[in-house]
C-alpha cells in the first residue's frame, strides 16, 4: 500500500473508483464506431474451438444464467440492449454481432485498471479488486462470445433452425 488512508475511506475511493472506471470504459466504447465492430478484428472472432458458442454452454451452462445479467444500457440510458434480438434480418443479426464485440471490449478494459487498487489499498483489498474485476467482467465476456458464436452459426446458415432456441 502506497497510500494511507483510514478505512471508511478507502472504502469510498474503492466504490468512487470502480464506479468511474466502469462509466469511462463503457462510454468511451459507445463513441466507437459500429463500423469498428463490423470488422472482422482477430481478437474479436469466434474461434473454431468455440463451436458457435456451444463450448461455453458445455463449461458455463451460459443459457441457464445469462438472463440474470444487468445490460450496461440500463445505467448509461443510451447504447444497444443485447436483452434480445432486434429482429432476424441479416443486417439485424450482423448489428447484434457487431454490438457482442462493443460488450466485449468493454469488459476486457474494465478487468484492466484492477491493479491500480494496490496503490492505495492493502494487498490483500488489492487482490480482492482484482477478484472483483475478474468476477464481474468474466462472465459478461463469456456471455458476449456465446452469443456472437450462436449468431455467427445463424449467419453462416448452420444454425438457422436453432435461431428461436434458448
Known sequence: MIVSLPDH?????DVVAWT????????????LPLTWFLKDHFWFRTFPF????ALWQRLFRVKSWKGLILDGTIFLKKGYSKKGLHGTKSRDLMV??????????THWL??????LFFIW??????????LYALVFNL?????????????????SGVGKKKLHKG
Open 96 to 105: 447484434f454481432a457487431a454490438e457482442t464485440k462493443r460488450a466485449e471490449l
Open 110 to 115: 474494465s478487468i484492466l485498471p484492477a491493479p
Open 139 to 155: 462472465p459478461i465476456i463469456v456471455v458476449q462470445r456465446y452469443n456472437r458464436g450462436r449468431i455467427s452459426a445463424i449467419t
Open 121 to 130: 489499498n492493502p494487498v490483500w483489498a488489492g487482490w480482492a479488486m482484482v
Open 50 to 53: 468455440e463451436q458457435s458458442g
Open 9 to 13: 475511506w478507502i472504502i469510498i475511493l
Open 20 to 31: 468511474f472506471f466502469h462509466l469511462f470504459i463503457s462510454s468511451m466504447c459507445l463513441k
